[in-house]
């Protein structure tokens, strides 16, 4: 098969055309935006997809949709911006021109002191108020969950953002009035093509297709495949790493399709978290408390889940719930492919069952049978934007005499890997679903873990955490069969 190669990155910055030849693998869009085209309204503040300072708008194309979502530019490679539409705060207000209606409704309610958070506060509101321009409360915060102000709080950033649509009139906004004559402009720099740039030591590919992407890896099966960045991002930024040669997939729409029968839900490895939560929550419920504080807006627009599961971190999020889920995984080396249970995915610390070449490609999730119960629980420090210090997914099934005919429960924070509690699993099995048999089992929570101490939480408070998140389960699947938990948990360590 012939594969036409092109040798640069285009994509469009505000009102103009960028085209790219000459890109470093490391190059984020804050240090672009600042150092290479002058435009210093989006601030440096963590450097790590925290603090929203750097955020702006990226528009994308699927299936012939054009979406803005805000982004961290701190985080973001310049190399996976191929088609895409980047939007900063000098593109709102024309020059002499009146302010736009989010930056003039941040002056009166007086939402800025210091100034240095107002940009990515602006570019927030701005992505939330094109997708809805009448937000509740609720929807502002959730919105603002990825932006960090150290002066006024946040009470008159919310009115601002309450106030915008009395000020301007969204059909007139030009990323709303001209959104099908950019649609066009973008979908004229898709070709289809793969694109390539620079040497051994700097080698960038971004492959034309799915198929084009396993023959890239499996000739190439020590590249960094760089899906959302959240995470190789901050391998960059914080620890300095040397990361060539790269392959971007965020450009890959086969590898964003999500597809619903009559057993389950298909996300291929691509699919962001905001991308998913729709259809994760209408079928699951009780996802719904901890996708909502997976990162920011920022990072649930960037993060994929096939990159959460891939990079097999121990405190990542979706995979306890995965797990207990009974989730599988299937990995591609070229033409081949394996399925494999999520939870025989991850090995030890730092090493998963993938071959060199090897990728996931997709995440089947099975539905919950009527008679499951199930539920999941983040512990972290803070409630917004926190890393687990535990969390926990537990699902039961019980019998007509409500007794335990099956239990599954997973947890991250309490080992390399996220694991299950199989001993405990064993101690429940059989048994009436009551207070005293999870009393009883949680002494073998001592057999399955042995945790670490670290910043997050202590080792003891860990196993205390865990033996109460069973407990708690328990306490709320009594009364009904069909109990649909949707909780999630934020405690102080």
Known sequence: MTIEIRNSIRFLLNDRQVELATVSPVQTLLDFLRIDRNLRGTK??????????????????????????????????VASLDGCHVVTIEALAQPNGPLHPVQQAMVDTHASQCGFCT??????????????????????????????????????IIRAAEAISSIGE???????????????????????????????QERIVLPGS???????????????????????????????????????????????????DADGITL??????????????RHFPQLRELWDRIGGEQVRNMGTVGGNI????????TPPALIALAASVTLRKGGKRRALPLESFFIEYGRQDRQPGEFVESVRIPFLAEADRFAVYKVSKRVDEDISSVCAAFRVTLDGEGRVADVTIAFGGMAGTPKRASNVEAALKGSVWSETAVNAAVAAFE??????????????????????????FHLETQDTRNVRIDRAVAVAV
């Open 210 to 260: 799915l198929d084009d992407f396993a023959a890239v890896l499996e000739a190439n099966p020590k590249a960094t495949i760089v899906a959302g960045s959240t995470d190789v991002g901050l391998w960059v930024t914080k620890f300095m790493r040397d990361i060539a040669p790269v392959v971007h997939l965020s450009h890959l729409e086969e590898l964003r399709r999500i597809s619903v």
């Open 447 to 472: 057999q399955d873990f042995t945790p670490l101490s670290d910043w997050r939480a202590s080792a003891d408070y860990r196993m205390l955490v865990a033996k109460n998140l069973l407990r708690r």
């Open 119 to 156: 940009p990515g506060f602006v570019m927030s509101l701005y992505g939330l108020w094109m997708e809805n321009p009448k937000p509740s409360v609720q929807e502002i915060e959730k919105a603002l969950q990825g932006n960090l102000c150290r002066c006024t709080g946040y009470a008159a």
């Open 310 to 317: 891939a990079n097999g971190s121990p405190i990542g999020d």
């Open 268 to 281: 291929a490895a691509g699919v962001s978290y905001t991308e998913a939560y729709a259809v994760l929550v």
């Open 44 to 77: 440096e503040g963590c450097a790590e997809g925290d603090c929203g300072a750097c955020t702006v708008l990226v528009g994308r194309l699927f299936d012939g949709r054009l979406r803005y979502e805000s982004i961290n530019a701190c985080i973001r490679f």
């Open 170 to 200: 969204l059909g007139k906004d030009p990323l709303v009035a001209e959104r099908e004559k950019i649609a066009r402009q973008l979908a004229a720099l898709r070709d289809g093509r793969r694109v390539e740039i620079g040497g051994e």
